[in-house]
């Protein structure tokens, strides 16, 4: 069985073509993607419209771009699989959009994908890692230990009870004027930095639980 999957769910666009043998292994045939930074750096953040539209702008010759690398043509895709949230309302509409037309004109299947459901089984793409397993999700959006028992078969062990690490890492970028994207650069900044400069609170310190508390640190 051979996919071609688009995401568009935040700011970059990418398609794979991503194959299943006879055993039942998946291999990756080709993984383009087009990122946006030039286009959000100026606003120190990701902005939703221009995000939008710049996915409009290359998600064809993207979708082109992997399936030349994968040596295949569109009409020996088996089935069009696209994010369909969560993300950006106005990226996700252009892949989901752009996948439905290509599934209708080439008589596929369309398939929706949740984008947490995909971080979730990455593991299982890129290392074949087997089932149950334990994981650790950070994104922009979400900050969730999640043990994985089978497909479909998700339980959430931990959630972040307000912002997510990778919103806190943004922001916090922007506050001290670091750059965008924000990870890397308070990533490299914390290397060069005193631990023990200021004093940081301890969120949900004392509180029997395993989440996560991000926006006092923010």
């Known amino acids: 069985m051979r996919i071609l999957a688009i995401e568009t769910s935040c700011d970059e666009t990418a398609a794979a ?61 088996d089935a069009i699989a696209a994010t369909a949230g969560p993300g ?30 995909g971080h979730a089984l990455t593991a299982r793409l890129t290392d074949h890692v087997d089932y149950p397993y334990l994981l650790l999700l950070v994104s922009g959006g979400h900050t969730q230990i999640l043990e994985i028992a089978g497909l479909g078969d998700y339980r959430r062990m931990a959630s972040t009870i307000d912002d997510a690490l990778g919103e806190a890492f943004d922001k916090t970028a922007k506050l001290l004027s670091l750059g965008f994207p924000g990870g890397p650069a308070v990533e490299a900044a914390a290397r060069n930095g005193n631990p023990l400069r200021f004093r940081l609170p301890h969120p949900l310190k004392g509180q029997d639980t395993l989440n996560f508390s991000f926006s006092g640190l923010k």
């Open 88 to 117: 950006l309302i106005g990226g996700l509409m252009v892949g989901v959009m752009t996948a439905k037309g290509l599934a209708a004109s080439l008589d596929k299947p369309f398939m929706a994908i949740n984008h947490l459901e």
């Open 17 to 77: 073509v991503v194959e299943r043998d006879v055993h039942g292994m998946a291999h990756i045939r080709s993984n383009i993607v087009f990122g946006q930074m030039q286009e959000h750096e100026a606003f120190g953040g990701v902005v939703p419209e221009i995000a939008a539209r710049a996915h409009l702008s290359v998600l064809d010759k993207v979708i082109r771009a992997a399936i030349d690398e994968a040596g295949c043509s569109l009409a020996e895709v």
